[in-house]
């Protein structure tokens, strides 16, 4: 357990090593890595579920012109890597004066993220029955009503699937992290690259630090697993 507070620790730690010298290390810091990917992976997720759930009934259930276009722009959007993209919106990010932010973090996250939420969900909302919204729409609920009393409720199998793959692709992420956010605020996953420079020789922090990483990935996929198969089969089989 001594590796796992040394690890945690922003001070300064000793140990033994195998000829019997102590040495002495500055901490990691790993605690302030693990909030701050928190704060980016938790808002992350939230956000494009949100926008993905209105999008996604929007496409599914309501006529409005270029319907058929715009979504068939959104799921070309899935074939586009998300490297060809980084320069621009970092460029754009810089002249706004969010580099090095959460805020950052956030918009493009969700930008990402937005394209195989919007599908994802959209298979699973289109197969609701036609019944269910007739129903309220005579009752007089409102479209937005309906999203929120009926939609969202029917949909948590989806928005369960689409979260554990938004969630662990965040935490995981090093390439947006890097770009975007540098070294001003760093991720679990910096912090670990970080600590295979500062303390190569030190494989018993590194070992600790990557085990802290995986604890919560596991926790969330494990408490919605339940509803893991059942989204991610939403809308493959008809009839």
Known sequence: MQNYKD??????????????????????????????????????TIIPILIAAFAAYAFA?????????FFTMVVALLVVPLQIALIPILRDFTNWGITGTFLGMWMAHTGFGLPLAIYLLYNYISTLSRDIFESAYLDGATPFTTFVRLVLPLSVPALASFAIFQ???????????LVFLGD?????????????????????????GAFLSMILPLIVFFGLQRFFVRGLMAGSVKG
């Open 61 to 69: 259930w309501m006529e409005f012109p270029m319907r058929r276009p």
């Open 167 to 177: 969630f662990l692709w965040v935490w995981n992420d090093y390439l947006v992290a």
């Open 184 to 208: 001003k605020n760093r991720v679990v996953t910096s912090a670990l690259a970080a600590m295979v420079g500062e303390k190569g020789q030190d494989w018993h922090l590194l070992t600790s």
């Open 7 to 44: 690890v945690l620790s922003g001070g300064e730690v000793s140990f033994v090593d195998a000829q019997g010298n102590t040495i002495s290390r500055q901490g990691s810091n790993f605690a302030d890595a693990v909030l701050n990917s928190l704060a980016v992976s938790i808002p992350a």
